[in-house]
Every structure is written in structure tokens, then in C-alpha cells.
């Protein structure tokens, strides 16, 4: 049932494959364009995924399956650098020689990770064995064994939960949603592979909200003995031998407690992509007050955007789970169909319910 | 220890401070603590052919009534007004106090009027009220530790010591200690900001020294105001600089450098005070840790004499370093007065060997 | 005098089987306190021996309490005890008419077909090779009958049987032995001297048509007297001990011997010896159907014989006291399991002293003092039945726990903690006692157990919330409207076996509704799981057991289940989709105002 | 030695790697489920001895981690054994067992 639409999604990361599969199998031509020569994302340097330890590269396996579609033209290390409104589509033009006309476009740009080294006092960057938590997948995905950059075998590992997320002082002040419970899987992995290890794990709040999440941290802590800390840290050092000290609150015992460990995982947050913003001004799209995509409705339409024709799916709209993108994406998929062929569904309209209240911000 | 990431930081981190022509205000209690310190900067000053005024007519920011909570902030604003006044009447735009907690009175004045101009408004018109003058804001404010660290290479330059042992031909090892006021309030205001500050850092590798990393660097020296005046608080003052010294003690330091009055006091005197009532010592051979500021430093390098600077009244023996320098001095005039009288000799400590 | 060497095995044997014994009982007696030492020597000359003897008889010899249990079970037994008796009574007034002595050796009867070849040797003396003949018979189909329940257990409708330690190996074997044994020496005699009788004549004279029987003769004799040699020397590091220790048991607790409350005794290290490792505890115990259990009564008494007890053997028990219930030796297991625990729990550590006057009433007058126990916190509506009961029926009552309280002192005590428990029972009866009530009424049956056996009140009655209400009803100040909801009644441990209130809840019940009964009911109910009295169980565990009882208890597909403990009903409420309820909530849905 | 009017203060700091954690170890070995809390306080709120004491399961639980055992010994005195807290507890903690072990813990290590 093929049709003469055509959609280009821009981004091909989870949102943007899984977008393009559902859209092709309306008959719709679609060009998933990716600015990197590989699709996948940041779903590429992670080796496994919570709550099933399941590994990343069976969903990209999986994703890919369905974007080998006929009508699907992928486009790597391609660049959209200008759009200009064309009747009711977009003529687009990628890498400063392509061109193309779309009948809507579908943003699917994601996130960015948190920049460690805007935490000046957690050392990133500056002491030898602080790393991030998207540093330590590469090591897990690397085979290499963890070890301090003295060489030796760490023996104690903290884990710092919500680094650049609901952090006022970082700019950023939602939850970026995923790190808690990555945080759970990563010390679990960590005790996986080196079980004498004592690991710790340094959070706020321990939001547990997914299906399984819950029973993944209970089992931290009754397989692994993984040690739960209630307190955010506030400042590390390095000491003598490459240890980091860490200064907490252990804020149950209402004291402030000291720890060295010999590597330091600071759990990064998702923050607004760059390429959003890039890819923002070229449509005149509207960023919420977290710098992420404003989509027309917090609750219903949640996938579409202020301009006509120009669809969201994915992280660039907030920090979502792999589950809750490949949802998204798919919801993008029908959303945008009914704007191709006018069902009636988009027709209906919803109060705007501003969230600027939540903020004090105008 | 990832150096480049240091430098990263300091880059993100550098201030204006201006070239020349300051508006020095001193500190109310430096004067009495370290009295050699602010001469010597007065003399280093001349000595770059700087142009400074040094107006006897200048009085207290009211910082430590202010941060004992006896002073209300408008008092504290319009006391400052009026050394902004001072300045504009000696025609200068750049101001220098020689103090970290005035440095944090003058930068958090400014801030606040920079938010809320109405304040600034009041002000002006109490202090035209109170004292008929009127002031213009300086175009720069720079502590005189900033001026220090702006012409490090300078005095490097002029030097006639290095901070290098003598015998050995190593670096000596400082441990840096900025003053809280300095730049934990407004990390954009010092010099390598907050976490990683490059004020004092830039002077000791300016200078041939080697700077020390130590886990408790943030740490305050326990000065805190409240803390220090009331009698019964003292031992909490004592335990802040106590926790600084278990820190720093295994990476044996060779000297300890402050830009703050209330610093070079406390990390100094209380080395004393913790070998008297618990019998422990942080220095070699049972002694302690000397303790400079960055105006002994500087004219310490500059070969001024040790005695002309005042560091006969530090309570930690300076000779240990002196002699690691390799510097010239002599012994038999440390407790001779300006007019070469006898000042006679301070009562020795029980533990701590001098 | 008869002799030949192959006699030595057997004397010896015997010999040092009563130096070991009689070493044993006089430590045991020694362990005694000295009133329990003093009754058991009056008891001597006293009506007590004779009714001893009779229980021996009926418990020992004809085992009749595993007859009421298991009759084939109860038959092997028998057989074994009673046969094995007679053989030597019989035997021994065969040999002394043969020997026409009042005293010979101890072990002529045992080896008398070998030393006499004569039948006919007196007037009755074919009559008592015929007895001997038809004894043997049964022992050897009681021997047949033992070893097939080794391997066919589910012949005797038992689950699990006993497990053994080498001790206990040997004892077997050599006790499987021993009969058979005799019947073929006994037989290899008959068959060359002809003096045996239908069995032992009939066997010999077939084993001659094919056996060199002179030559191998003495070779079975030899085997007969080892095999009882063995038996003897393992018997006291076997579960056979408890043949000749349980006569001295039922003759003590004849004698009005006890185990004390609080500590153990010689009398406990009997009945430790009692045990028969008959295995009807194993089936009974709740916490056999979850994984790796193997705690159970006969494995606890076992292991406190050899001396290898561990704490936790001590403290995985729910002290439901099913085992006591079903034992047919009578040991008061669960209490010597509870006091083993103080000998593990720590001492120090706890400090109750701050409690004293912590806790002010108010100073009304009032007749009924309640006192809800910790448990009825978490059930609420116990105590607004309870308190709604009261007011209705004018009742001055003095609520002793409504602001909290200190614990009754028995959950201390389940773990072992005897001398700590006892702070806080001062303290917590100063408070009871100032209240000025006559009755004391709890809805906790772990506290009504302490109050009533532990407390000793002088002049306050202590009553569970069941029986009271259940005479208030009988007085006639309670009215109740039934309704037909089918219920059934789960009995707390701690209420019927520890307590023994099995009808008060009943009667009230069921003039309230349709009170069906259930399948394990009463002195065999189940344990609802909830125990306090066991520490290390697991929450996973306790909710198998729970899961278990309950689904036993819902086979008749009741409206409601109804319980007299808060515990008991919170514990089932977690697992339930079935409403439970406690008997007060029952009584006051259903009192006519 | 002089006093100057004032002592020292002892740091409010827990030495986290100081910290002896021997006994919180002996009653993890006896009772694993200790691993289990999460510090909610069910445990506290329902506890008949926190009516009139400081008694704390939550805090008993933070000071074994922590390996502040005078401070354990302290809290963990006024607990009467009656078990509400393990039929209150959300993680389905066998809490009476670890009190029993933390006191059979503490008197096999002398503390």
C-alpha cells in the first residue's frame, strides 16, 4: 500500500529507527538522517541495559531489522543545515548539497550527556580515577578489566547518583529519569565482575518507578551487598594513592560522613541535545523551561510540536528509558501518519496547561 | 592528578585586575597579627613603580561586627559608600582592600546593588545624608593578593631567593590556603575560582615552589568570627584548623601560604594551642609548619630582611624555611625593635620545639 | 555349668551395657533437684510404682499410644517389645526348669537350646518350646515388618521415617540380626540334636538335608551371641537407648517429677533418652514442608544427645508444640526446647530499668482490666470490638495498653531471655495491679499464657478475650444475634495446646453463626506461621507456612475465618483473600445492644 | 597540658573507612536480610519501646553499618523482643533475629 508521502526523521538514534520502521509500514518513504556514519546512537556505548541485563546490541540488532525496509533511505554522516516551508511540507537540504522535500518531519535528536567537568568539585577530569557512568560502560564494553589508573584492582567503588540532574547549580533541575536505576545496574555489574569489591552507592532519592527496578535494587542489596547512602556528595578529593576521599551527609544519620574509595562513577544525566538546539532554529521549535522540546501538551499531544508538520519522538522532548522511547517513537509514527493522511483524531484540541507555574519563571 | 584539567578550570576562571593606580584599604587586624605584611606590600608595590594611596582616613568595612551579626547590612553598605566616596575623592577607580573578608564585604555590596540599583539608590543618599559625599562604584576591585599573583613574574624576575631547597635543589612544597571570603561566595570573583583557586598556586609556581593537592584544601582555618571571639566556640575554631593539619601533615609540607588576615593567625597559633593541650605536631622534628602570607612570601624572595617583614612574631619558627632557601639573616636581631632596643623573648612553648 | 567361649560376646556385652547404663541414670538422678530426688525415692514405696509399672506395660511393652496412631506401626512395636520381653521371661523360667536351679547364668536362657538337647527334660517342657517357637515367629515377622518400612515407609502411611548416624546403623543391623539369627542357630541345633520345636525342628530338619549343620553350628552360635554383643555395646549411642530409659521416665513422672520452668534438668536428660526416633513428629512439624528443614523434634532430641546442638537448631522452631501433642513417649519437647535457648541467648544488653513509672492510668475505679498486647496495635479493630463491647455493655474497664505498653515479657522469654523478661513482668504487673481490676482480660494469647502461668496474681482472674466473652454470653449480659455466614475457628498455639482453651471460642462462636469444622483442628491445628518463638525463620518461610495452614483451613470454603489472636490474624490477613477476623470482631458485629 | 578555657572538638565526622565492621559482618553472615533496609522507619513508628525510649530499629540498623557500636548498644537496650516492627517491615526484615544477633555479636566481640 505504498503512498506518495515521504517523512524525513531526523536523529537515528532508538527513537528515530523505530519511528522510521512504523512509518514505512504506512506506505511511507522515509529518509532517517544521522549525523553520525553509524545509526544507533548512544544505545552503541552501552553494553547492558536495566532492569535485564539484558545486552544493548540485541535492541540495535532488533532496531536495525526493522529500518531495512525498501522504502526506509537511511542517510549517515549526514547534517540537516537548512529547511524552508513548502507548501505543507519541507524542502530540506542536508550537508550543504542535498536536497529533499518531506511532507513532515519527524525530530528524533535525543539527548546529550551531562558535562562531569561543570561539577568542579567532584574532579572529573582533574582526579585520575573519577570516571562517568557512560566512561565505565566503555570499559565494560572495551572487556578491559576496571582498575584504577595506578593499575590495581579497585577495592572500594562509589557510585555518585543525580551528577548534573534536579541540580540547580548545574543548571539542570528535572531527573534525568535513568540514572538512578542505572547506578543499581552498573554496581551490580561492578560486583559481577569483581564480587571483593565493596561498592557504594551515593542518591538522594532512589526513584525505582519502572517495572523490576525495584526487585533490580533489592537484589543489589540482598545478592550483592551493595551499600545504599543517603546523602548527595559534596565534595571529593584525591588523596596520597589516587583515592578519592568522599565528604557526604549521611543524611538517616544526620552526620557528615567520610569515605575513600579507589574509583569514583559519577552517574551523568541527559541534558538537551546540541543538535536540538541546531536542529530547533532551523523549524522556529520551542524549547521548554528545561531546554528540552516544548510539546504542545504535557499530557495528549505529546508528540507534536509549534510548527506545523514537525513531529517529536525520543529524549528530545525529556530523559526517557529505552522502553519509554521505543513507545514514543512508535505513538510518533501514528501521530504523524494522521497528519499525512488527515485522520481525525488530530483534530481534537486541549486547553493549554502551562508548567511555567512550577517554576517561577515567565 | 590530571594537571591539564587544572589549567581547564583556571582558564574559566581568570579575572580583571587592573594595572595600575589603586585605592589601598587596609585591614583592621593585620596590622596587629602580621605587621610586617602590609608594608611589604606597600614597599613591593613601589618598588613595580605602582601608583597607590594608602588614605589614613579609611575605617573598618564592618565585616566582623557585620558576620557577628551586630551590624545591619545597611550600616555595612553605607560604611563601604563611604570608602567608595574616599576613592572617588582621590580620584582613583580601582580598589584594593588588603583584607579577604573586606574583599567579600566590598564584592557582595557590589553584587547586590548590581541586582537591586533601588539599594544602591538608598545608599547613596544615606551617605549623602550622613556625611555630605558622594562616591562613584570602582571600576575594578581586585583583592591585593590578585595584584600580588598579576605581577608574580615580575617579582619572579626581581627575586633574589627561589622557593627551592638549597640542599637538595628540589621545590619547596606549599600548601595553599585562600581565605573563605576570597572566592567560595563568588567563584567567579577569584582568581581560579572556588574549587582549584590559582591566586596563591600561580604566586608558589611563579616562584619556583611545588604546590601541594591535600584532601581537606577547601577546609576553613576554623577563623569564623563567632566562632574565634566567643571564648566557649574556640574549641571548634581549634578543631577546623586541626582537621587542616592532620590532612596536610603526611604530604609534609615545608610551609603553609594564606591570602587572608584571619588565616595565617589561626593555622599559625593554633599549631600551638593543639601541641599544648593534646601534645601533637604537624612539622619535622617536632615542630610545626610555618606559616606565611603572600606579602612575607614575595618580599621573602625579594631578599628583604626576614625581621623588616615581621616574621619574628609568627609563633611557628620561620627558620627552618629561611634556611632551606638558603636565606640571609641574622639570628641575633630577630628580637631586636625597629630601633634596634631588645624586644625581649616570648615565653617558650612546652611542646611544640621552636 | 554350661560353658563354651562363643557365651563370652553376650556377657561382656551385657555387662558393660549395665555399667553404662546404671553410670548414666545415677548422673542423671544427681542432675535432679533435690524435691524432685526426694519424690522420686518416696515413690518407691508408694501406689505411684504399681501405677508406673502398669503405664510401663501399657506404653513400653504394648506401645499403645502408636496403636491409636498408626496400628501397624503400633503392632511392630509391639511385637518387638512385648515379644523380646517374653522371650526372656519365658526363657528364663524354661532354663531354670531345666537346669532345676533358681540361679544360673544370666545367659543359659539365651543359648539354652545349645547347652540342653533334651525336649523332654521336664512335664511342660515341649509346652515351652512351643511358646518359644510361636515368640520367635512374631519377632522375626516384626524383624520382616522393620525392614520393610527402611524401604517401604509408605506401607505404614508414613511420609519420611527417621534419618540414622552410624551409631544408630550398627544398633539396626545388629538388632535386624539378632532374631533371625537365633532362629537359625536354635534350628541348626534342632537339626542335629532334634530338640527344637515346629518352627526351629521343621527349619532344621530341611536345613540338614542340605547343610553340613555339625560343622557349622557353632559358627551360628558364635554369630546369635556377637550380634546381641553389638546391640548391647551400641545400644546407649543408639536410639535404643530408650528402651530401658523410658521405664525409669514413666516411673519419675509417676513419681511427680517435672521439667522445671526455668532451667533443665536430669528428668529432661530421660526423656531425652525416651525418645524412640519413632518419627511421628517429622510428619507433624510444619516447617518440614519447607526447603531443608531438618530440625524436627527426633533430630533436635538427637542432637542434643550426641552433644552437637547449635543454636539455631534451638531457636528454628515455632514452638507450636505439635510434637509434644503427637508424642507417644510423652516428652515435653517444646519446653526443653525453649529452655536450651537461654543456654545460647546473650546476657547482657538489655536495660529495662527506665521503664519503671513511665506508664500512668487513670485512677477510676473499674472491675475488668484490658489489656490489648502489642500485637492488637496492628489490629485495630480488635480493640474497638473489644472497647465497643465494654461501653455497650456498661462495663467499668480500665484500657492498661490504650497509650502503649510494656511488653508482657513472653516473646523475651521465647528467645531464651528468661532473667530480662523478668523486669519488665515486675513492672508490667505493678501496672495491672494498680488498675484495682478482679478480671484481667487480654486478646493476646501470648500475653494470657504469661499472665496466667507467670504473673501469679493474687486476686486478679486472668481471662482470654474468648472465654470472657464467652461468660459474659453465658451470664446473659451478652446477646448475639446469629446470621448464617459459615465460618471456621483457627486456634492460636498459644490459646489451645499451650493453654488448652479449645471450647470457650467455640461455644461462643457458635451461637453467633455457622461454625463448620475443619480438618486439623484443635490439639492438631497448624500453626499459623506468625510465631514469635521462631527467630531465624525467613519472611519467605513463615509465608509458606502460613500459606500452607491456611489452605487447610479454607477447604471447607468458609465466609470468614475467625481467630483468637491478633498475630495469628494478622499473619493469615496477609495471605488471605478470605476475611479474617478476630473472635471480639465476630461477637460485636453480632451483639444485640 | 593547658586548657585555655576551652577543649578541642571531636569531629561529628563518621570515619566511614575507620569504620569496624566486624559485628555489622557477624549479624550479616547470622541474618542477611539486614542487607535488605531501606530505612523507611516502619519499624520505629510502630515500636512499643520508641513510646518511651529512644529506640530506633532504623538507626539500629545505620549505627551496625556504620560500626558505631557504643552508640548501637545504647539504642538497641531498650528493645523488649515483641516483635511488632517484623510485622510491620515493608522489605519483610526478620528484625527481632538481628537484634538477637547483634547482641550475641556484640558479647562474642567484647564490645
Request: glycine share 8%; net charge positive; proline share 4%.
Amino acid at each position: 500500500m505504498d503512498t506518495n508521502k515521504t517523512v524525513a526523521v531526523i536523529g537515528g538514534g532508538i527513537a528515530g529507527m523505530e519511528a522510521a520502521t512504523f512509518l514505512s509500514a504506512r506506505g511511507i518513504t522515509v529518509y532517517l538522517i544521522e549525523k553520525e556514519d553509524k545509526l544507533g546512537g548512544h544505545l552503541l556505548d552501552w553494553e547492558r541495559l536495566f532492569p535485564t541485563m539484558r545486552n544493548g546490541s540485541e535492541v540495535v540488532k532488533f532496531l536495525m531489522d526493522g529500518v531495512k525496509a525498501d522504502n526506509i533511505k537511511i542517510m549517515l554522516s549526514s547534517k540537516l543545515t537548512a529547511a524552508e516551508k513548502s507548501g505543507k511540507g519541507y524542502n530540506l537540504r542536508i550537508n550543504e548539497n542535498v536536497d529533499l522535500f518531506a511532507d513532515a518531519v519527524l525530530v528524533t535528536t535525543g539527548y546529550d550527556l551531562f558535562d562531569a567537568t561543570k561539577k568542579e568539585e567532584y574532579g572529573y577530569g582533574i582526579y585520575d580515577n573519577v570516571i562517568t557512568s557512560a566512561d565505565l560502560e566503555k570499559i565494560f564494553m572495551s572487556g578491559k578489566a576496571l582498575q584504577t589508573k595506578q593499575g590495581n584492582v579497585p577495592k572500594k567503588i562509589g557510585l555518585v547518583h543525580c551528577v548534573g540532574s534536579r541540580d540547580e547549580k548545574a543548571g539542570n533541575v528535572y531527573c534525568s529519569k535513568v540514572c538512578c536505576v542505572t547506578g543499581v545496574k552498573q554496581a551490580i555489574e561492578i560486583k559481577q565482575k569483581m564480587p571483593y569489591t565493596e561498592v557504594f552507592n551515593f542518591y538522594m532519592d532512589l526513584r525505582m518507578y519502572g517495572m523490576h527496578f525495584e526487585a533490580l535494587y533489592k537484589k543489589a542489596q540482598a545478592d550483592f551487598g551493595i551499600q545504599f547512602i543517603r546523602g548527595r556528595l559534596s565534595e571529593a578529593s584525591e588523596d596520597q594513592n589516587g583515592g578519592i576521599i568522599l565528604k557526604v551527609e549521611d543524611t538517616l544519620m544526620g552526620k557528615p560522613l567520610k569515605l575513600t574509595v579507589d574509583i569514583l562513577v559519577l552517574l551523568i544525566g541527559l541534558i538537551p541535545a546540541k543538535g536540538s538546539k541546531e536542529v530547533g532554529e532551523l523549524f522556529g521549535l520551542k524549547n521548554g523551561v528545561n531546554g528540552f522540546y516544548k510539546t504542545t501538551d504535557q499530557h495528549t499531544l505529546t508528540n507534536s510540536s509549534n510548527v506545523d508538520g514537525v513531529f517529536f519522538a525520543g529524549a528530545c522532548t525529556s530523559p526517557k528509558t529505552i522502553t519509554n522511547t521505543i513507545t514514543d517513537a512508535r505513538a510518533a509514527a501514528s501521530t504523524v501518519a494522521a497528519y499525512l493522511f488527515n485522520y481525525r483524531s488530530l483534530e481534537r484540541k486541549i486547553e493549554q496547561n502551562e508548567d511555567f507555574w512550577l517554576y517561577n519563571t515567565k | 592528578m590530571i594537571e591539564e584539567g587544572k589549567e581547564k578550570v583556571w582558564k574559566d576562571y581568570q579575572k580583571e585586575i587592573a594595572e595600575d593606580n589603586y585605592f589601598y584599604a587596609r585591614s583592621c587586624i593585620r596590622q596587629n597579627f602580621f605587621p610586617g605584611s602590609e608594608v611589604a606590600f606597600l614597599r613591593i608595590l613601589k618598588e613595580l613603580g605602582k601608583n597607590l594611596f594608602d588614605d589614613p582616613r579609611h575605617t573598618t568595612c564592618t565585616g566582623i561586627a557585620y558576620h557577628s551579626d551586630i551590624v545591619p547590612f545597611d550600616t555595612t553598605m553605607t560604611v563601604v559608600a563611604r570608602h567608595f566616596a574616599l576613592m572617588t575623592e582621590a580620584g582613583l577607580k580601582n580598589f584594593v582592600p588588603s583584607c579577604i573578608t573586606s574583599f567579600g564585604i566590598y564584592t557582595e555590596v557590589l553584587e547586590l546593588w548590581r541586582h537591586h540599583p533601588e539599594i544602591e539608590q538608598k545608599i547613596k543618599e544615606n551617605l549623602l545624608k550622613a556625611t555630605g559625599r558622594t562616591f562613584e562604584k570602582p571600576e575594578n576591585l581586585a583583592h591585593s593578593s590578585d595584584i600580588i599573583y598579576k605581577f608574580r613574574n615580575e617579582i619572579a624576575n626581581k627575586s633574589k631567593y627561589r622557593l627551592v631547597n638549597k640542599e637538595t635543589g628540589k621545590p619547596l612544597r606549599v600548601v595553599e590556603h585562600i581565605g573563605c571570603h576570597y572566592s567560595k561566595m563568588f567563584p567567579e570573583k577569584g582568581v581560579g575560582g572556588a574549587e582549584y583557586p590559582l591566586v596563591l598556586t600561580g604566586m608558589v609556581q611563579a616562584w619556583g615552589g611545588e604546590v601541594i593537592d591535600y584532601p581537606e584544601r577547601r577546609q576553613c582555618c576554623g577563623f569564623g568570627f563567632r566562632q574565634y571571639i566567643v571564648q566557649a566556640n574556640r574549641g571548634y575554631s581549634v578543631a577546623c584548623s586541626k582537621k587542616k593539619f592532620e590532612s596536610m601533615a603526611p604530604y609534609k609540607p615545608d610551609l603553609i601560604l594564606t591570602n587572608c588576615p584571619g588565616c595565617p593567625y589561626f593555622l599559625d597559633r593554633w599549631q600551638y594551642v593543639v601541641s599544648e593541650m593534646e601534645g601533637v605536631t604537624y612539622g619535622e622534628n617536632n615542630g610545626g609548619i610555618p606559616v606565611f602570607t603572600y606579602e612575607e612570601l614575595a618580599g621573602m624572595v625579594l631578599g628583604y630582611n626576614p625581621w623588616d617583614l615581621g616574621l619574628q612574631l609568627h609563633q611557628v619558627p620561620v627558620e627552618p624555611v629561611l634556611d632551606k632557601i638558603g636565606v640571609q639573616y641574622k639570628k641575633e636581631d630577630k628580637y631586636k625593635g625597629v630601633n634596634g632596643k631588645d624586644l625581649g623573648r616570648p615565653e617558650s612553648p612546652s611542646c611544640l620545639k621552636i | 555349668m554350661s560353658f563354651d567361649w562363643f557365651v563370652l560376646p553376650f556377657s561382656i556385652g551385657a555387662l558393660i551395657l549395665i555399667v553404662v547404663l546404671i553410670s548414666r541414670y545415677i548422673l542423671w538422678v544427681i542432675k535432679l533437684s533435690r524435691a524432685d530426688r526426694r519424690k522420686s525415692w518416696r515413690s518407691v514405696f508408694s501406689f505411684k510404682l504399681f501405677q508406673a509399672v502398669w503405664e510401663v506395660f501399657n506404653e513400653s511393652l504394648l506401645h499403645r499410644k502408636i496403636f491409636r496412631v498408626n496400628a501397624l506401626l503400633g503392632w511392630m512395636h509391639m511385637t518387638f517389645a512385648l515379644g523380646w520381653f517374653l522371650l526372656i521371661v519365658i526363657g528364663s523360667v524354661e532354663s531354670k526348669f531345666h537346669k532345676e536351679k533358681v540361679f544360673n547364668m544370666p545367659y543359659d536362657p539365651i543359648f539354652l537350646r545349645y547347652f540342653e538337647h533334651d525336649v523332654h527334660g521336664f512335664w511342660f517342657a515341649e509346652g515351652f518350646t512351643t511358646i518359644m517357637d510361636t515368640i520367635l515367629l512374631l519377632l522375626l515377622v516384626a524383624t520382616i515388618m522393620a525392614v520393610s518400612k527402611r524401604f517401604f515407609k509408605w506401607i505404614y502411611g508414613m511420609k519420611r521415617t527417621t534419618k540414622l548416624h552410624p551409631g544408630d546403623q550398627i544398633a539396626l543391623a545388629s538388632l535386624w540380626l539378632i532374631f533371625p539369627m537365633r532362629f537359625i542357630a536354635e534350628s541348626f541345633t534342632a537339626g542335629i540334636y532334634g530338640n527344637g520345636g515346629y518352627l526351629t525342628q521343621t527349619a532344621g530338619d530341611i536345613f540338614a538335608t542340605f547343610l553340613p549343620l555339625k560343622s557349622l553350628e557353632l559358627g551360628a552360635w558364635w554369630t546369635y551371641s556377637s550380634a546381641l554383643c553389638l546391640f548391647f555395646l551400641f545400644l546407649p549411642f543408639s536410639r535404643y537407648m530408650h528402651i530401658p530409659t523410658e521405664v525409669f521416665l514413666i516411673y519419675l513422672r509417676k513419681a511427680g517429677v517435672k521439667t522445671p520452668d526455668n532451667k533443665l534438668t536430669g528428668f529432661s536428660e530421660f526423656e531425652t533418652y525416651s525418645c524412640s526416633r519413632c518419627g511421628l513428629c517429622i510428619d507433624q512439624c510444619q516447617l518440614s514442608e519447607t526447603t531443608g528443614y531438618d530440625d524436627q523434634a527426633v533430630y533436635f532430641l538427637q542432637k542434643l544427645r550426641r552433644n552437637i546442638l547449635q543454636e539455631e537448631s534451638s531457636h528454628n522452631c515455632l514452638l507450636c508444640g505439635k510434637c509434644t501433642n503427637i508424642c507417644p513417649v510423652g516428652i515435653d519437647i517444646t519446653k526443653i526446647r525453649l529452655l536450651k535457648r537461654t543456654e545460647f541467648a546473650p546476657e547482657m544488653l538489655f536495660n529495662y530499668r527506665h521503664y519503671e513509672n513511665v506508664i500512668h492510668h487513670d485512677e477510676r475505679k473499674v472491675d475488668v482490666a484490658y489489656f490489648g498486647g502489642c500485637m492488637t496495635h496492628l489490629t485495630p479493630k480488635i480493640k474497638i470490638a473489644m472497647t465497643g463491647i465494654f461501653r455497650k455493655l456498661n462495663i467499668r474497664y480500665n484500657f492498661v495498653d490504650e497509650n502503649g505498653s510494656i511488653c508482657c515479657g513472653r516473646p523475651l522469654k521465647l528467645a531464651g531471655n528468661h532473667m530480662q523478661a523478668r523486669d519488665l513482668m515486675q513492672e508490667n504487673k505493678r501496672i495491672i495491679i494498680a488498675t484495682g481490676a478482679k478480671i484481667l482480660v487480654t486478646s493476646c494469647p501470648i500475653c494470657y499464657n504469661i499472665f496466667k502461668n507467670e504473673y501469679k496474681f493474687d486476686k486478679i482472674q486472668v481471662l482470654h478475650h474468648s472465654e470472657y466473652l464467652n461468660l459474659l454470653h453465658k451470664e446473659g449480659a451478652l446477646k448475639l444475634t446469629p446470621n448464617e455466614e459459615k465460618m471456621v475457628y483457627h486456634d492460636p498455639c498459644e490459646l489451645g495446646r499451650m493453654m488448652n482453651i479449645y471450647e470457650p471460642p467455640r461455644e461462643i462462636l457458635e451461637k453467633s453463626g455457622k461454625l463448620i469444622p475443619v480438618q486439623k483442628e484443635k490439639n492438631f491445628a497448624d500453626c499459623c506461621g506468625g510465631s514469635l518463638a521462631n527467630l531465624p525463620l525467613s519472611e519467605d518461610n513463615r509465608r509458606k507456612v502460613s500459606k500452607e495452614a491456611l489452605t487447610k483451613l479454607l477447604a471447607p470454603s468458609p465466609d470468614i475465618l475467625v481467630t483468637a489472636c491478633p498475630l495469628c490474624k494478622k499473619t493469615f490477613s496477609n495471605v488471605s483473600d478470605t476475611p479474617v477476623k478476630d473472635i471480639a470482631e465476630v461477637v460485636y458485629e453480632r451483639m444485640i445492644e | 597540658m593547658k586548657t585555655f578555657g576551652y577543649t578541642i572538638q571531636n569531629d561529628r565526622q563518621i570515619d566511614f573507612d575507620a569504620a569496624d565492621k566486624k559485628l555489622y559482618r557477624y549479624v550479616a553472615e547470622k541474618e542477611p536480610d539486614i542487607n535488605l533496609c531501606i530505612f523507611c522507619g516502619t519499624c520505629t513508628a510502630t515500636c512499643s519501646a520508641a513510646e518511651f525510649k529512644n529506640m530506633s530499629f532504623r538507626k539500629i540498623s545505620l549505627f551496625l553499618r556504620r560500626g558505631l557500636t557504643e552508640n548501637l548498644k545504647r539504642e538497641i537496650e531498650s528493645c523488649m523482643f515483641c516483635g511488632k516492627c517484623t510485622l510491620v517491615c515493608p522489605r519483610g526484615i526478620n528484625t527481632r533475629n538481628i537484634i538477637f544477633n547483634i547482641r550475641k555479636g556484640i558479647e562474642e566481640y567484647e564490645f
